[in-house]
């Protein structure tokens, strides 16, 4: 009978998702195979050539079909790297992107420039990736996240959970601001941030099939255009955000101008900034509040 080792399987998983044009093959294999095995990766390269069991190799065929599937390799271990942090994610929520890193690093440097606790909401938290990675980073958050769907909640709730933050992020199901207005003796936040579904109609058809396929609708569908929840958290953004508060939002590559001008029409801001990622394309629309 064949003998497999982790080299050998680690060789013949690179080759074949590299014939079949499979992202970071070598990555993808490392991270199928240590999950199965449930070792870090590094310890791979350490037992090189110990023997794999049948009923690893069997989890393991599994995860490769399903890759070559197009499911992403995210899903298939159940975990991702966000903000050097290691979150759990499932199919019931987005995977966070590393785009996304960039408004938690400006939340956090917003954050950094004021004293006492800061009040922060997370409109449409998913994973929790942006509550989690801002109580981690920044002592004296207090995060409310809210997400209409209550499956996401619950992986949010474990990567709350896996990092003690209980005390610093909650976590509400519901309607953009209806669980906030629910819960709070009209408190506003000096910061919100969110990272909406802003894909529009005729660009859902064409994400690529990982996305379209695997990843939920819910939390890519922002309507005609991509602006439906723009639109409705600037109708709502006057009664939750401080007067000098921020208000930070990312944005399809196409949508910095249109998210301009949707805060323009609400009168409250100052100057509304459209950054660029470092792709070059713009991700972020910020903006401070200056009226009451
Ligand atoms: C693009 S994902 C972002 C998830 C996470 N914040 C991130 O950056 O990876 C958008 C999230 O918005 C949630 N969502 C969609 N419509 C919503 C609504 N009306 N109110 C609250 N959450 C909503 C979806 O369930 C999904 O989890």
């Known amino acids: 009978m064949e003998i497999w080792t982790i080299k050998k399987l680690l060789d013949w998983m690179t080759g074949h998702f590299t014939d079949k044009k499979i992202d970071s093959p070598r990555l993808t294999a490392e991270l199928l195979l240590s999950s199965v095995l449930n070792m870090q990766r590094i310890e791979l390269y350490m037992n090189f050539d110990k023997e794999v069991e049948k009923a690893n190799l069997e989890k393991l065929r599994d995860l490769v079909k399903r890759c070559l599937n197009n ?18 994610v499932s199919p019931v929520c987005l995977i966070p ?8 690093e ?21 994973s929790g990736c942006i509550a989690v990675a801002i109580a981690k980073n920044f ?33 509400l199901q519901g309607d953009l601001f209806k669980p ?7 408190r506003e936040f000096d ?11 005729p660009e859902l058809e064409k994400l690529e099939p990982k996305v379209k396929n695997h ?42 101008q249109a998210v301009k001008q949707i805060l323009e029409e609400t009168n409250l801001f100052g100057e509304i900034k459209v950054e660029k ?4 394309n713009d991700r972020i629309v910020s903006a401070i509040k200056v009226k009451e």
Request: proline share 4%; net charge negative; charged share 25%.
């Open 180 to 186: 906030v207005i629910d819960q709070l003796d009209g």
């Open 215 to 256: 990843e939920p609708q819910l939390a890519l569908n922002g309507g005609p255009e991509g602006l439906d929840i723009y639109r409705r958290i600037a109708d709502e953004i006057g009664n939750h955000l401080k007067k000098d508060g921020l208000l930070l939002l990312e944005i399809g590559y196409l949508q910095g």
């Open 277 to 280: 990622d470092l792709s070059n």
């Open 106 to 126: 400006r939340a956090i440097e917003f954050l950094r420039t004021r004293t006492g606790t800061q009040h922060v909401c997370d409109l449409c938290t998913g």
């Open 191 to 201: 910061v919100i941030i969110s990272n909406p579904p802003y894909i529009s109609h």
């Open 97 to 104: 992107r590393p785009e996304t890193e960039l408004l938690v």
């Open 71 to 88: 499911e992403p390799v995210q899903y298939l271990i159940g975990r991702t790297e966000f903000y050097s942090i290691s979150l759990k």
């Open 139 to 171: 002592a004296d958050a207090n995060i409310i996240a809210t997400d209409i769907c209550d499956q996401a909640l619950s992986v949010a709730a474990e990567n709350v959970a896996k990092y003690n933050l209980g005390e610093k992020v909650r976590l």
